[in-house]
């Protein structure tokens, strides 16, 4: 039975065109440091034939995460009860100890009608979306029994209506919604590019006791001032820097590199992985370092 | 009702534009710029993710015609599935309520759409026999979906599009290697196959059924000539072997 604290050191997420090679590579020293890996609820669920032996594989050599796409924490249409008992249902088939979902939204109303659009939209930053976005949070913590981390997005479109900056909106959902953090430490720096402001000094007021895991990526440059978190690239110096700092503040958590296009074969992925384990091992090796006060309280929920 | 939140109602106007930024303009305030990114990047999704699954459609109505269909998808249909396998799906019932959209495009999107579906059916939990006794147990099918098509839409492409109708029948199964196939059937197995996918007949049973349906009253001739298809079936390894176990047994 995989527990949250089985999720630790770095991780990988599993994209499709990776399978063979991790069979492949499977127990070799060379992907060690691959601890665990993530998967998308969205991309697996109800799958069958070809992909749920894969799925099948990986659950049984891996630790897995759960990270979703298309909850729509902050959407104007109601949380779609019926996909959470699904997902709820998948992480307890699976063993999965984690689930994570974006502070964005990917859904609208159209026509009436409640619609998908499958990508991560800006919400924006009022006071009464701190309420909504939080009470969903809670509805889903309690559909699902178990406590929720919630990723800090990235973004292209300031919103004219906000009435307050990312990193206030952030601590006040999260305080509100008493639910962890899921820091991604690139769209920290994707938006302080896109929006102005200092990534140091929006780390520093991360609340690191919340933090129980980390994404770290690459991103496209489209203009200096406007980047695109496209998970294609390698990762870059000041990234790697923000992650570094985010360790030394709050002491380590699991990290996982997120490469979704432009895949690199295994064997040079992986040294980004190696990456994430040396800054690790120079904080020395503590999983979910800042967790446990909220872990003990998760008994209440 | 109470009216909206302005943030929802921001989210709203947000998102309408996106779908169709023809007719809904973009919110007041924000950068064209960077609203860019969300248009484009949204549509390319649905472009990728649907492309994907109908290459034939694609080719069929070349690319222009292709974008168009998919940038009504995006403005009109309220995708109700968060699985992304479930997208392609989602466009199929799309494409299927548009009246301009001809019938053999409509039918060829389903059968594109097919493969996806079969590749992820559910396998068979029931045992299979050691012997492959098809006529007196019951056959097992390999997961399967079983289409009664108007148009020939296995053989579409660029050079034939089918314009009369056909009636055509296929059996779409996926093999025990995880890889969907495909057999064209005539009227009569594909009757057949529709009485044994119930999995709750022998072969000796179905052709049976089968004999009495035909109006023929020697049912042993329909039996010989069954058996033949079922073997053959058996080794293009749409049937999987044959159980004792009845699919409807609790």
New interface residues.
């Given amino acids: 039975m995989s527990t949250l604290a089985d999720i630790q050191g770095a991780g990988l997420g599993l994209k499709r065109e990776l399978i063979p090679q991790f069979q492949q590579f499977y127990q070799d020293p060379h992907i060690a440091n691959i601890q665990f890996v993530e998967i998308a609820p969205e991309n697996w669920l109800g799958v069958g034939g070809k992909a749920l032996h894969d799925l099948t594989w990986f659950a049984e050599r891996y630790p897995m995460v759960c990270h979703g796409l298309c909850l729509s924490l902050g959407g104007p249409d109601p949380l779609n009860i019926d996909f959470l008992k699904q997902v709820k249902s998948f992480l307890s088939h699976y063993q999965i100890p984690l689930y994570t979902e974006h502070l964005s939204y990917c859904s609208d109303i159209q026509h009436g009608e409640a619609g998908y659009l499958y990508d991560l939209l800006p919400i924006p930053f009022t006071e009464e979306a701190v309420h909504y976005v939080a009470q969903r949070i809670r509805q889903t913590q309690d559909i699902l029994g178990q406590r929720i981390a919630v990723e800090n997005t990235s973004f292209y479109a300031a919103c004219p209506i906000s009435s307050m900056d990312e990193i206030t909106f952030l601590n006040a959902v999260l305080t509100e919604a008493d639910c962890w953090l899921h820091l991604d430490i690139n769209n920290i720096y994707v938006n302080s590019v896109n929006f102005g402001f200092d990534a140091h000094a929006f780390l520093q007021q991360i609340p690191g006791e919340r933090i129980v895991y980390s994404h770290i990526a690459g991103h496209y440059q489209e203009t200096p001032n406007l980047l695109i978190d496209t998970h294609g690239k390698d990762v870059i110096d000041p990234v790697w820097a923000l992650l570094d700092e985010a360790y030394r503040l709050f002491g380590t958590f699991p990290t996982l590199l997120e490469r979704d296009s432009n895949i690199p074969p295994l064997p040079d992925l992986v040294k980004e992985i190696d990456t994430i384990a040396a800054y690790q091992n120079r904080y020395g090796l503590l999983p979910i370092a800042k967790a446990t006060p909220l872990q003990a309280t998760l008994v209440a929920v | 009702m109470a009216a ?5 109602q ?3 106007a ?3 534009h ?2 169709d930024p023809k007719v809904h303009a973009k ?5 064209n ?3 860019a ?2 248009r484009h ?2 549509f390319n ?2 472009f990728n ?1 649907v492309s994907a699954c109908f290459p034939v459609c694609q080719q069929v109505l070349g690319v222009r015609a292709w974008k168009k269909l998919i940038r009504r998808y995006v403005a ?10 479930e ?1 392609p799906e989602s466009f199929v019932a799309c494409l299927a309520s548009m009246e301009d959209v001809p019938a053999n495009i409509k039918a060829l999107a389903h059968y594109e759409w097919v493969e996806l579906a079969v ?5 068979s939990n029931l045992p299979l026999s050691v012997q492959h006794d098809l006529l007196d147990e019951i056959p097992l099918l390999a ?1 399967h979906q079983l289409l009664a098509y108007d148009y020939a839409v296995h053989n579409i492409s660029r050079q034939f599009i089918p314009r009369d109708i056909t009636p055509t029948y296929l059996l779409v199964f ?1 093999d025990p290697h ?1 890889a969907v196939q495909f057999i064209e059937l005539n009227a009569v197995t594909f009757r057949l196959l529709s009485i044994l996918s119930k999995q709750t007949f022998t072969g000796r049973q179905a052709l049976t059924i089968l004999a009495e349906e035909l109006g023929q009253t020697d049912a042993q001739v329909i039996i010989q000539f069954g058996t033949g298809i079922l073997h053959d079936l058996l080794t293009q390894q749409a049937l999987l072997g044959s159980t004792t176990s009845n699919a409807n047994a609790t």
């Fill in positions: 909206l939140p302005a943030f929802q921001y989210q709203l947000f998102t309408a996106i779908r919110p007041a305030g924000v950068a710029q960077r609203m990114v969300y990047a949204i999704n649905f993710i009109a249909h309220a995708a109700k599935t968060p699985v992304f396998r997208i590749s992820h059916l559910p396998a997961p996926r995880f």
